[in-house]
């Protein structure tokens, strides 16, 4: 796979990320309801412990995001091969997500090293 649609498939992956958290409680748990949807959002809604999870998943992600497309943008330019180092980013996040929502600590947490690694690692190939 090359890096351009690893960049592509990172971005599809903020705009389900964003969805998540709304859709397990407006569909699963039902502590959002549809109406508050189209509403001004002027009262705050209570949410589940799930939502807030997503949520804290979403911004874990927006963390190290801005650094992997700078890396994927360089790699691009540099010609430099780091497409498996990318593509294993995209796939921990992706599994990051699942983790966190349900709770799995110690799993997320290295699910999320071998995210981290794979940064470190591909700036290492600019060195």
């Known amino acids: 796979m090359t890096l351009e649609n690893i960049l ?20 699963i748990t039902n502590k959002i ?11 705050d809604q209570e949410t589940s412990v799930f939502f807030a999870r997503a949520n804290r998943a979403l911004k874990n992600l927006f963390e190290t995001l801005p650094i992997f497309i700078g890396l994927v943008l360089i790699s691009i330019i540099k010609e430099v091969d780091n497409s498996s180092l990318a593509l294993l980013w995209l796939i921990s996040r992706t599994i990051y997500i699942p983790l966190y929502i349900f709770g799995i600590n110690y799993l997320r947490t290295a699910v999320w090293a071998i995210g981290l690694i794979c940064l470190i690692m591909m700036s290492i190939k600019f060195l």
């Open 33 to 43: 309801k549809f109406i508050y949807l189209f509403s001004s959002r002027d009262k």
């Open 8 to 27: 592509i498939l990172s971005f599809l992956l903020v705009i389900i990320q964003i969805s998540v958290p709304v859709i397990i409680d407006l569909l």
